[in-house]
């Protein structure tokens, strides 16, 4: 069982440009998290979603950030019109259930840097 | 909010001395507590867990008991390897209000153990 699988592992983008981010989550999970780990901080919780629905969205930017996590295929974080306080690693994490006691499964992060 | 302070690093130790990295929390109720690693190149890994007051989590030689007087959750190892070497990143979930999925991270600390 392979697990949560992140692509591409590093990405370079130019300012206003549009980045995409892939996670694809461990097989049979339907719980995806996004996280975002900026240069000397610890990773702040993004958006919480399940196939086809976006659960809890309120660590996102108000602006230029969405994430999609479609019936078929992996769950895509996208950032538009890109700017260099972008540049970070994003972790993406799945789970077979949620609560307290679940374990989330991470990939090995998209680190993005905005040029 | 919830927040999760954790020992400054980096912390560069030689094989088989012990290991403390310092964990505190501030938390409404009572949250579940956790130790991530991450071993170069590689996402963030479960160490060690602990869900409620006393209870202590183990794993691989890595030991950290809940401490709700103190609202700690240090790390210890008795004798490093360089195999150890690795970000770690303290971390809690909430008890209560609805969001029992997400975790709130430490800044991570940057352990190097040298031969």
């Known amino acids: 069982n392979a697990g949560v699988m992140q692509n591409p592992r590093h990405l370079v983008r130019r300012r206003g440009q549009e980045a995409r981010l892939r996670c694809s989550p461990m097989k049979g999970h339907s719980h995806v998290y996004w996280y975002r780990q900026l240069p000397e901080e610890g990773l702040k919780f993004m958006v919480y979603l399940q196939k086809e629905n976006i659960i809890d969205e309120s660590g996102m930017p108000k602006e230029r950030f969405s994430a999609e996590f479609p019936k078929e295929g992996p769950s895509i974080l996208r950032i538009q019109q890109v700017v260099r306080g972008d540049s970070a690693a994003y972790f993406c994490?799945?789970?077979?259930?949620?609560?307290?006691?679940?374990?989330?499964?991470f990939g090995q992060g998209t680190r993005l840097t905005v040029v | 909010g919830d927040s999760v302070t954790q020992m400054e690093g980096p912390v560069t130790l030689s094989e088989e001395a012990f290991l403390t990295i310092n964990c505190t929390y501030t938390?409404?109720?009572?949250?579940?507590l956790f130790w991530y690693v991450q071993y170069p190149g590689e996402g963030l890994q479960l160490l060690l867990k602990a869900t409620k007051a006393d209870d202590k989590g183990s794993n691989k030689g890595f030991e950290a008991t809940y401490r709700k007087e103190t609202t700690s959750f240090h790390l210890e190892k008795g004798s490093v390897q360089v195999s150890d070497s690795a970000v770690y990143f303290c971390a809690l979930k909430e008890a209560g209000g609805g969001s029992n999925y997400k975790l709130t991270f430490g800044k991570g600390t940057l352990l190097t153990v040298n031969p």
């Open positions: 938390a409404t109720g009572y949250p579940s």
């Open positions: 994490a799945s789970a077979l259930q949620t609560g307290l006691n679940t374990e989330a499964f």
